[in-house]
């Protein structure tokens, strides 16, 4: 379907500016004319975490991390018996508060960081109850990969009043298994976020933190808290002419943005990139050899004979 046009070079693939720009031109379009839509936006990186895989000591040198600090920062060791071999398996919250007066949450700061390839200060406890130091930066980990539970669609662009949830039928085109941009890095949909709901759509989003874009410091305009954002970009598949209309609604009650823009700068660039990227067939929907199959009113995806 869809991945076979992008492979074979035929899918007709827009950004969402393009769209609307055609639409405000009078065009007529349907789904015959468009495959992918390209969205990004910025997220607050609260509700979400990193989970790396940190050196600590030599092989052997203790059994169990007890506790363990990143630049002073709590993190979580994992229960994998990995210490024998001198790493610990630590997951970081971004919304990990310390005992600071800063206003950006001490967690999202570590990300920050961590994706600058800074050094990063270890600290760890042992369960026999030694404590040992060692540094890193990102770039020499094995492992180092982003979740989000809560990357919430932005319904700040349009007035969406009692339309919302059916404004953003479009969305559900999104399932699991689905491929995004996460920080310009090639990440997957693990499924719905921690406070989705119909009227206002959330993701759950994950990819390797090699090669990120550093995160961005947002203005105080996010409608969460935290001034510090990551960067979104999805294709939205059309499969049949209810997506279409559904994502024509939606931008026709989009609200412009300051300047009279309709998205940031740096949406509209990420959404081109993400297009790039589909044209020159480095970028599929899915991994997989799952078919999207689109009914309208289940808009579920299914694993075809």
């Given at each position: 379907m869809i991945n076979s046009k992008i492979m074979a070079g035929e899918a007709k693939v827009y950004t969402e500016m393009e769209l609307l720009n055609r639409m405000k031109s009078g065009e007529d379009l349907t789904s015959l004319d468009v495959d992918l839509i390209t969205m990004a936006f910025h997220s607050s990186i609260s509700g979400s975490a990193a989970m790396l895989l940190v050196p600590v000591a030599g092989r052997g040198t203790f059994t169990r991390a007890k506790k363990i600090w990143l630049n002073g920062v709590p993190g979580h060791p994992g229960p994998a018996p990995n210490e024998r071999l001198g790493v610990v398996d630590t997951l970081i919250f971004a919304d990990e508060v310390c005992d600071d007066t800063s206003e950006i949450p001490c967690g999202a700061r570590l990300l920050v960081d961590i994706l600058n390839n800074r050094e990063i200060r270890v600290k760890c406890l042992s369960a026999e109850g030694d404590m040992y130091h060692n540094s890193f930066a990102s770039e020499t980990l094995q492992f180092a990969r982003m979740f989000t539970y809560n990357t919430f669609i932005p319904t700040s662009r349009v007035n969406a009043g009692d339309d919302g949830p059916s404004m953003n039928a479009h969305l559900r085109t999104i399932r699991r298994g689905n491929k995004v941009l996460l920080n310009k890095v090639p990440g997957i949909v693990i499924g719905r976020g921690s406070y989705g709901s119909s009227a206002r759509e959330a993701l759950s989003l994950s990819a390797e933190m090699f090669g990120m874009t550093?995160?961005?410091?947002?203005?105080?305009s996010m409608s969460n808290s935290s001034p510090i954002a990551y960067s979104v970009a999805l294709a939205i598949?059309?499969?049949?002419?209810?997506?279409?209309?559904?994502?024509?609604t939606y931008l026709s009650k989009m609200k412009p943005e300051k300047d009279t823009r309709y998205f940031t700068e740096s949406d509209e660039k990420l959404a081109e990139y993400l297009k790039e990227l589909i044209l020159k067939k480095e970028f599929h929907v899915t991994d997989s050899d799952v078919e999207v199959l689109y009914d309208s009113s289940e808009a579920t995806m299914v694993r075809t004979p």
């Open positions: 550093p995160l961005l410091i947002h203005d105080q598949p059309v499969l049949d002419d209810s997506v279409l209309a559904s994502v024509s």
